[in-house]
Each structure stands twice: as C-alpha cells, then as structure tokens.
C-alpha cells in the first residue's frame, strides 16, 4: 500500500496542547509514520482564549488552530506540529442538544503541507445551571457525569470574578455550592471542557486523530503528494419526491495542496437522493 511514511517517518512533532491531549494525539501518530513527538508546556494556549470566559475566543477554530501550530513550531525550533480546538453549544441542525465540535490541524513546514480535519457530535457532557437553591443539583450532577467528568463554579454565567475550575471532589463541590449560595444567594455551574478533566471529549479528539491519519495517508493520484483531502463539496442532491436540487452535498472535492489537483467524488456514504422534508419545494 502507498502511504505517506517516507514524508514523516524520524522526524520531531510537537503536540501544541497544555492539556493532556498528547497522551491520544501522539501515539497513534507515531504509530503510523515513525516519527518522535513531545508536548509543549511553553506553550500558553489559553492565550488564544478559554471555554470558561475569561478571554474571550476571538480567532476562527482553523485560524486558532494555526496560529498554534505556528507558535509551538517557532518555540521549539521544529518543522512539525499538531494543535487540537474544541467549540461547544448549541448543535448546528438541532439546536435543543449540545454539541461539539474538535478540529485538529497537523501541519508540516518542510513539505509546506497542511491537514486539517473537523467532526461535529452530540457526544459531549457540554451543559450548565444556575442554582439558587441545591434543588436541581444532584440531577445536574448525574446529568454532566460528574465527578469522572469537572465541573467549574462561578458566582453567575458572566461574572468571572471568582472561578473555581476543575473540580472533581464531590464534597468539595457541595460545599463550596453552599458557600456561594449563601455568600451571593446564587451560583452557576458548567461543564470543565478542557480535555483532561473531560474523558468524553478526550475520546472525541482519539477518534478524530484516526480520521487525520487517514487524510495524512491520502495521496494525491497525480502527484503522490500526502494530504490529498476534502476541499470542499458541491451541494444539490436532488429530493426524492420532486427532483428538483436541494441544499444537501451531492458530492465531495478531495484536493491536493501541492499540485492542485482536484478530484469529484460521489461519497459512497452519501445518499443517493434527498427526503423531501429537507427539500426546499416540498417542504418549504
Ligand atoms: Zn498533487
Ligand atoms: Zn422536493
């Protein structure tokens, strides 16, 4: 089988995390191309914002996502590195369950090469609640998976003045619950995402370093270049009932980021047509 070993194999990668995430970013991929990695713990990656609100996310997950392999590349004075993003809220489609969306970026300097995949899920803990009294706390609690999973605790959802993070002691949390209720008459709780205080999220990101294994080992049918991924889709999957075009992708582009080589495919996990409840004429 033609894969991208030759590309990677005995060099150095830096894994651009401070959160543990290179314990199922790493092996797999040394496990596939032969190379070394290490974690940066220079690295201050809470610099480019934090899911808890004290500074707020500014950048694009696919810009964020480069602007930190960039930066662990510059620290570390290597030619390789892996960064991993996370987004949380409301599911893009159904918007009553919480979603999550990881993105990794693994990019290569030497071959100028950049894969970036993303997966959207509804496998994630991702909630919050304000309390005023311990009323709806224990459902919360059984509800985020608490105490395998964190939880952090501020005086209310937009008030970061007192924040405490991180916390997996069940006595510990009801306690302090009962000093902010009664301190400040209300508290609020939300799901720790940082990925190792969240086992959840961890087995997203370990599902999501096998599908950039797959992307890095495409290769271009042309140029045999490594990274031959998707690039975009062509939308108009005809509905089943009226076959008109609707909105859904009918195809995928796979692209080569050296020669530009651009492949159309039919996914075969694609359907063949549309149902008319997503179709705009039949179901406007
Ligand atoms: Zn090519
Ligand atoms: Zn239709």
């Known amino acids: 089988m033609v894969n991208s070993i030759h590309y990677f194999e005995g060099r150095n990668l830096v894994i651009a995390t401070k959160h543990k995430k290179e314990f199922v970013i790493g092996p797999p991929l040394k496990a596939a191309f032969g190379l070394d990695f290490f974690s940066s713990d220079s690295l201050d990656t809470d610099m480019l914002g934090t899911f808890s609100g004290e500074i707020e996310r500014l ?10 392999c960039n930066m662990a590349m510059d620290i570390h004075q290597v030619d390789m590195a892996v960064s991993s993003e996370g987004s949380f809220g409301p599911h ?34 991702y909630s919050s609640i304000t309390l005023t009294s311990t009323e709806y706390l224990q459902e919360f ?29 069940e006595k510990t949390l009801f306690d302090r619950v009962e000093f902010y209720l009664n301190l400040y008459g209300a508290c609020y709780l939300e799901t720790d995402m940082r990925a190792m205080f969240n086992p959840t999220r961890m087995e997203v990101i370990k599902n999501l370093v096998d599908q950039l294994i797959v992307d890095m080992n495409r290769i271009c049918p042309k140029c045999h270049f ?25 195809e995928i582009i796979y692209g080569c980021k050296k020669c530009g080589h651009r492949s159309i495919e039919m996914n075969t996990e694609l359907k063949k047509y549309e149902e008319p409840m997503y179709c705009d004429f039949c179901n406007p």
């Open 59 to 68: 950048n694009k997950p696919i810009d964020a996502a480069r602007m930190k």
């Open 141 to 169: 609690l059984t509800r985020v998976k608490f105490p395998s999973h964190a939880l952090i605790l501020k005086k209310s959802e937009n008030d970061i003045t007192r924040i405490e993070k991180g916390i997996v002691c």
């Open 92 to 125: 893009p489609q159904i918007f009553f369950l919480p979603a999550a969306e990881e993105y990794l970026m693994f990019m290569d300097r030497k071959h100028e090469l950049e894969v970036f995949v993303k997966t959207v899920t509804t496998n994630t803990n």
């Open 226 to 250: 490594p990274g031959f991924s998707v690039s975009g889709v062509v939308r108009g999957l005809l509905c089943s009932n009226c076959l008109w075009p609707t909105k859904s992708v009918k």
